[in-house]
């Protein structure tokens, strides 16, 4: 059974940090792409970055580019994002989800944690 | 970049009708990397269809997808409680991973 647990999210003042975790489980971690996925609060999806299943490539969010990082930790079946710089127009619930396949479609999410940028 | 506009933006039908959505691409796209995803409020969206019209595990065969080019459809056949939320396609395989803005299927 897959499962995709984000912590980490809370209430952080424009311009601070936070670093979101997605602790996985079900599945061999380390052999699938993850992704990090965000809605803001009555809108739509918006996909924020993606890393390979080995952490050799890394895309991102054109309005995330330059202030997130997304890494994992195959070791801890973990994926992390750490978002500097925040402002208020990050405020969303912050998903995780896994490829089904390198380069497929999103097969598993995570329950989302929520991020709230307000000072 | 390509942008997905999904139409219409609201559908309200009752249980057992037909509901059609669609999923317009600005060009050319893919199919094999044309995605549809359903989402309850409140709750993560799950995958529904893949490589536009290949259904997920589980999924059942009430839910189709068809398209090619720019333009795709998800129609779902039988309309269950269950089923209505909101939709969203999605283009993946390379960056940017974009989703069209969703359409919303309420209860009639």
């Known amino acids: 059974q897959v499962h995709l647990v984000e912590s980490g999210g809370g209430v952080v003042q424009p311009g601070g940090s936070l670093r979101l975790s997605c602790a996985a489980s079900g599945f061999s971690f380390s052999g699938f792409g993850m992704h990090w996925v965000r809605q803001a609060p009555g809108k739509g999806l918006e996909w924020v970055a993606f890393?390979?299943?080995?952490?050799?490539?890394?895309y991102y969010g054109d309005s995330v580019k330059g202030r997130f990082i997304i890494s994992r930790d195959n070791s801890e079946n973990t994926l992390y994002l750490q978002m500097n710089s925040l402002r208020a127009e990050d405020t969303a619930v912050y998903y995780c989800?896994?490829?089904?396949?390198?380069?497929?479609?999103?097969?598993?999410w995570g329950q989302g944690t929520l991020v709230t940028v307000s000072s | 970049e390509v942008v997905l506009t999904q139409s219409p933006g609201t559908l309200s039908l009752s249980p057992g009708e037909t509901a059609t959505l669609s999923c317009r691409a600005s060009?050319?796209?893919?199919?094999?990397?044309l995605a549809w995803y359903h989402q309850r409020p409140g709750q993560a969206p799950s995958l529904l269809i893949y490589g536009a019209s290949s259904r997920a595990t589980g999924i059942p065969d009430r839910f189709s997808g068809s398209g090619s080019g720019t333009d795709f459809t998800l129609t779902i056949s039988r309309l269950e409680p269950e089923d209505f939320g909101v939709y969203y396609c999605?283009?993946?395989?390379?960056?940017?991973?974009?989703f069209g803005q969703g359409t919303k299927l309420e209860i009639k």
């Open positions: 989800a896994k490829e089904r396949l390198t380069g497929s479609a999103f097969d598993y």
């Open positions: 060009q050319s796209v893919t199919s094999s990397y």
């Open positions: 890393i390979r299943y080995d952490g050799s490539k890394k």
């Open positions: 999605q283009l993946y395989g390379a960056s940017p991973y974009s």
